[in-house]
């Protein structure tokens, strides 16, 4: 009890100060990806809106834009024309639309017929979100042609940034 006493409360509320902006601050700095520019991409294997299996390791030998994206997102929403518009003039880079969140195949197909998107929209998948640690969207990836991310964007892009990742 007399040590209790002999405490100062300033320095308590110091302290407790300092540890919450250590964390706040570490949090800040802590990466938001699990993947980062460097590293091999995680491979998966998903099912696109068209019916076909996509698995990323089968894309060896041609660049791969992969697309994080969801039907409710804004922001994805709005990059796709620019996203399809750079799929159709640089046929050798694979665009793959890998959606993000609780949406269906149909719903998934509905959303690619609505926006007119020009590339395979691949289903949900709770695994492939955790392994590349996308948690806000849209995030927007350069994979080279031996399975290596050379380009990470979080947030939009367009079709001019897309085209200099690529030279």
Not at 72 to 84: F, P, R, Y
Request: hydrophobic share 45%; charged share 20%.
């Amino acid at each position: 009890s007399e040590v209790l006493n002999k405490i100062n409360p300033k320095w308590v509320a110091l302290i407790a100060g300092l540890t919450v902006l250590f964390l706040i601050i570490r949090a800040l700095l802590a990466p938001s990806l699990a993947v980062e520019t460097g590293m091999a991409a995680p491979d998966f294997t998903l099912e696109g809106t068209d019916g076909k299996t996509y698995t990323l390791n089968k894309f060896r030998d041609v660049p791969v834009v992969l697309s994080f994206w969801a039907p409710d997102c804004e922001e994805c929403v709005a990059e796709l024309s620019a996203k399809s518009a750079f799929a159709r003039s640089h046929p050798e880079v694979q665009v793959l639309a890998v959606s993000i969140g609780d949406f269906t195949l149909e719903q998934l197909a509905d959303a690619e017929y609505e926006h007119d998107i020009r590339f395979p929209v691949l289903e949900t998948s709770a695994q492939v979100q955790q392994r590349y640690g996308i948690h806000d969207l849209p995030v927007t990836m350069l994979v080279d042609d031996q399975g290596v991310i050379r380009q990470i964007q979080e947030g939009e892009i367009g079709k001019p940034r897309l085209t200099v990742w690529i030279r």
